[in-house]
């Protein structure tokens, strides 16, 4: 499985927009880059996922470029409610086995008012 | 509420005590998982099932652990002769295998605190 860095914090302002950038140069063919939220006291969530270029639902961005050995997760306008831990997650998407999901130590965004 | 769902949600225990944590995962789901996790590290793969079978364990999963889902619904997982290292968070999740979205449904969890 593809190992990825992430930086350990990050703090921001209510309205900013915050961009968490994972690093995984070993990143395989098969994989795709899942990105995942913790709040405190509770499960993981899932945020989004893409495979390359420009992802993008109604809660973040995801872009990927060409090689993709790195990937940014896009929070726009950021509020309060979103300080959380952000895992970044890379793996094969597809019949895995099992899928089972490989955390490192993510990433905590820290949201001031 | 049809997410998934787990009991108890605290759990103290003293060390050598036996402990079992219930997991009902989303009613559609094949996939059942187990994740460990410890202050402020990320979640740990522990086990899966797919429907009643279990196809992967980790070698977390030390011989104190078993995991059930006999009926490829509610799973259970017991620790025997609970040890302080054992105190963590245990996370169920749950998902579909045929969906090519490795999204995961996750419980709220069971904190496990050993005396």
């Known amino acids: 499985l593809a190992k990825t860095t992430q930086p350990i914090s990050m703090d921001s302002y209510e309205g900013q927009e915050v961009n968490i950038t994972c690093s995984h140069n070993?990143?395989?063919?098969?994989?795709?880059i899942t990105w995942y939220q913790q709040f405190p006291s509770q499960g993981p969530r899932f945020i989004i996922q893409?495979?390359?270029t420009k992802v993008t639902n109604e809660v973040a961005s995801l872009f990927i470029p060409a090689d993709r050995k790195s990937s940014t997760l896009s929070l726009p306008r950021v509020s309060l409610s979103d300080t959380a831990v952000y895992y970044c997650?890379?793996?094969?998407?597809?019949?895995?086995?099992?899928?089972?999901?490989?955390f490192g130590g993510g990433t905590r965004v820290l949201v001031k008012p | 509420d049809t997410g998934v769902s787990q009991n108890p949600r605290h759990k103290i225990t003293k060390r050598g005590q036996n402990v079992t944590f219930r997991c009902d995962p989303i009613?559609?789901?094949?996939?059942l998982y187990w994740y460990r996790q410890t202050l402020g590290q990320g979640p740990e793969f522990l086990t899966y099932?797919?429907?009643?079978?279990?196809?992967?364990k980790s070698r977390l999963l030390s011989d104190r652990f078993s995991a059930e889902r006999p009926k490829g619904s509610f799973s259970t997982l017991e620790i025997q002769r609970t040890e302080q290292g054992d105190s963590a968070m245990y996370l169920c999740?749950?998902?579909?295998?045929?969906?090519?979205?490795?999204?995961?449904?996750f419980g709220p969890g069971t904190r496990l605190t050993v005396l």
């Open positions: 099932f797919q429907n009643e079978a279990q196809l992967e």
């Open positions: 070993n990143i395989a063919t098969n994989d795709y």
């Open positions: 009613s559609e789901h094949n996939r």
């Open positions: 893409g495979y390359k």
């Open positions: 999740a749950s998902s579909i295998s045929d969906r090519g979205v490795n999204e995961q449904f």
């Open positions: 997650l890379v793996g094969d998407s597809f019949k895995a086995a099992g899928n089972k999901l490989t």
